[in-house]
């Protein structure tokens, strides 16, 4: 298990609107690179925006061992058995403009969450070897199985002030009416893993460890791969649709690695 961690970025202008602050955004009503303003002194708007992304892995397997060889120094076991890995991720995007001179205020809001689940049957072996108190320990396994994956987009937009539709709109920035919603596809994966331990022998009755292990999964999907850059805003703020569906909902998939340190103790009795 990887615990839940989170990262993110803000930025945000003074009151008139310095430093100016844009998104960079591919303008299908205008065929052309544009952007969405957060801040601008030339406009005198003011705004702020931030973006997070939270990962949470984690996983579990349950292997029979067979020992094939063994010596003093030396043996070696083969193994298989089920997996199942976890990961979900989600990023988010919130901004807040304020147009002091016409009293308006608009929030945008965009939410790309994604889920892998895989289930799969793996197997593998394990090499030990062992010279006077020191031991070493390598173990590898290849999973093959399916990938359910999800992916969820959500937004909206809140205007308030002295505007003549006041309320909560569907669609942010990158989110709209075009690709709001929840996908979901099954798609075959592989997931290798590889850990090497090593042990030392404090007492007979006591070993120390330290371990490195490495995981990597296959055809995962991942939410800033499924952002669409083109937009059509004519769509939002409740308007019809005028032109390409756009943004439309991706399903791009990627890799994903995950490694690690472990430390332990072992007591044998």
Do not use: C
């Not at 992916?151 to 003549?164: K, N, P, R, S």
Request: cysteine-free.
């Amino acid at each position: 298990m990887l615990e839940q961690r989170a990262t993110g970025f803000a930025a945000g202008s003074d009151a008139v609107g310095n430093p100016p602050l844009y998104l960079p955004v591919q303008r299908v009503d205008l065929a052309r690179e544009g952007t969405f303003v957060i801040a601008d002194p030339l406009q005198v708007l003011a705004g702020h925006v931030a973006i997070t992304s939270t990962t949470r892995l984690w996983g579990g397997e349950a292997n029979v061992y067979r020992n094939l060889v063994r010596t003093p120094t030396f043996s070696f076991d083969a193994l298989a058995g089920f997996r199942y890995l976890d990961l979900a991720e989600r990023l988010s995007l919130g901004g807040a403009l304020n147009d002091p001179v016409f009293n308006v205020q608009q929030s945008p809001a965009d939410s790309f969450a994604t889920r892998d689940q895989f289930y799969g049957g793996q197997v593998g072996g394990r090499v030990g070897l062992r010279h006077g108190p020191l031991s070493a320990d390598l173990t590898g396994a290849v999973a093959l199985g399916v990938n359910h994956q999800s992916v969820d987009i959500l937004g909206e937009t809140t205007l308030a002030g002295t505007v003549a539709l006041p309320g909560t709109f569907a669609g942010g920035v990158f989110s709209q009416p075009s690709n709001i919603g929840r996908t979901t596809h099954d798609e075959f994966a592989i997931v290798p893993q590889a850990r090497l331990k090593v042990g030392y022998d404090i007492r007979p009755w006591v070993r120390a460890t330290v371990a490195y292990d490495f995981l990597y999964w296959s055809n995962v999907v991942r939410p800033g791969n499924q952002i669409d850059h083109a937009v059509n805003p004519t769509q939002g703020l409740g308007g019809p649709l005028v032109g390409p569906a756009l943004p439309s909902p991706l399903f791009n998939r990627s890799d994903f690695f995950a490694h690690g340190v472990s430390f332990g103790l072992e007591f044998r009795y």
